[in-house]
């Protein structure tokens, strides 16, 4: 994906690459809700438990989007608004979900060749649809709905996913009962997550020129991006070994291998993004027409590597039942970003002194987390 951007950004300027990132605002944000956060409850069960969990968590998912979808459009009708983009984005939140939890079945199963399948192909794909849609359209948005609903496609492969669907009414709503702690607590706590994330995109094109908006986009996808293409891929290693930690009464053990080994992956991704900042090869890169996206990458770099760290270690909370103490904090970094946000534009600052506030802010927000994991961790019983 990151190779395809020289191409796309001589093609697609910052305009259709702020429509870009309004979709894929929309697809993250209600990608990683829309099935009640249900998909990670397939890690604590096995057997039937764990086929009807994985049920559950895809029909939530398409009654979720097909009640949004449905919504939008009454207000679309009613208040004289385009919903193309937005709808565009619940289609792509669908095939996020769906993909996702299909992955988490699979990582459960240790089938970890389908998954790098999936994780290789999803942008792979993304690229060759931005390319195709260049012949008849300059709507490159269009490429994660698309991305999607094709690699879901492509799961037809691993039939013993499929095999494990289970239709059952009654075990359905006992499963759903059984696991409503993730609807109650886990579903707004990465609401908070999401949100706080791609934030910027949608309170910045509130107040700045959309070609900001595409910078920031390109920048984003720059680093962010790839980052966290590479946590998801780390998580499905550090979810099974610190579940397993936890089950031999050893999780502070994987715990700090995987903080060394995080640590690690920080500075390797950190040195080079520095390097390239320095000489300014992103905007030699990206062409004429990004110069200063090598600044807002740059910007971004706190964020990125307190990130790194954090994340694929807060799955503890899950392990360990903190699901409320979880939310807490998550609604505690969405409300300590989205004040830095706001108090930044109230307060005249400009594009580049709003992202700086946000990107410090955040990562002092990802600092806390990780602490807060370490501490849970520690008190290890």
Not at 7 to 17: C, D, I, N, V
Request: aromatic share 12%; net charge positive; proline share 3%.
């Amino acid at each position: 994906m990151l190779c395809s951007l020289p191409f796309l950004s001589r093609f697609y300027g910052p305009s259709q690459f702020a429509d870009y990132a309004i979709v894929l605002s929309i697809t993250n944000i209600l990608g990683v809700v829309i099935s009640f956060r249900l998909e990670n409850a397939i890690f604590g069960h096995t057997g039937l438990r764990r086929r009807l969990v994985f049920t559950l968590a895809g029909v939530m998912a398409i009654a979720s989007a097909f009640a949004i979808t449905v919504a939008v459009t009454v207000l679309s009708i009613l208040f004289s608004f385009s919903s193309t983009i937005i709808i565009w984005g619940i289609v792509g939140a669908l095939g996020f979900s769906l993909y996702n939890t299909t992955c988490l079945m699979l990582n459960a199963g240790y089938q970890y060749n389908e998954i790098a399948v999936l994780r290789i192909s999803r942008p792979v794909v993304e690229v060759v649809v931005a390319l195709g849609v260049m012949a008849f359209s300059s709507s490159y948005f269009l490429a994660i709905p698309i991305s999607y609903a094709l690699v879901l496609l492509m799961c037809l492969m691993f039939l013993s996913v499929y095999k494990s669907l289970l239709f059952r009414g009654a075990a359905l709503m006992m499963a759903l009962k059984r696991n409503r702690d993730c609807v109650l607590f886990d579903t707004p706590a990465s609401l908070s997550v999401a949100f706080s994330s791609y934030a910027p995109f949608l309170i910045l094109s509130l107040a700045f020129d959309k070609a900001l908006l595409g910078m920031y986009s390109l920048a984003f996808r720059v680093v962010v991006g790839p980052v966290n293409t590479i946590l998801q891929s780390v998580a499905y290693l550090s979810r099974q070994d610190l579940s397993e930690g936890h089950r031999q009464k050893q999780l502070m053990h994987s715990f700090a291998q995987w903080r060394s080994k995080l640590v690690l992956l920080g500075l390797i991704i950190l040195i080079p993004v520095v390097l390239a900042c320095y000489f300014d090869l992103f905007g030699l890169m990206f062409g004429a027409g990004w110069e200063g996206v090598d600044e807002l990458v740059l910007v971004l770099t706190p964020l990125i590597v307190t990130k790194i760290i954090a994340v694929p270690l807060s799955f503890v909370f899950v392990i360990k039942k903190k699901l409320k103490l979880n939310l807490a904090i998550q609604l505690i970094g969405l409300g300590l970003t989205t004040m830095v946000l706001l108090g930044a534009l109230l307060g005249g600052v400009d594009f580049i002194g709003t992202l700086i506030a946000y990107s410090l802010s955040y990562a002092l927000f990802y600092f806390v987390y990780y602490k807060m994991s370490e501490s849970i961790t520690i008190h290890e019983k």
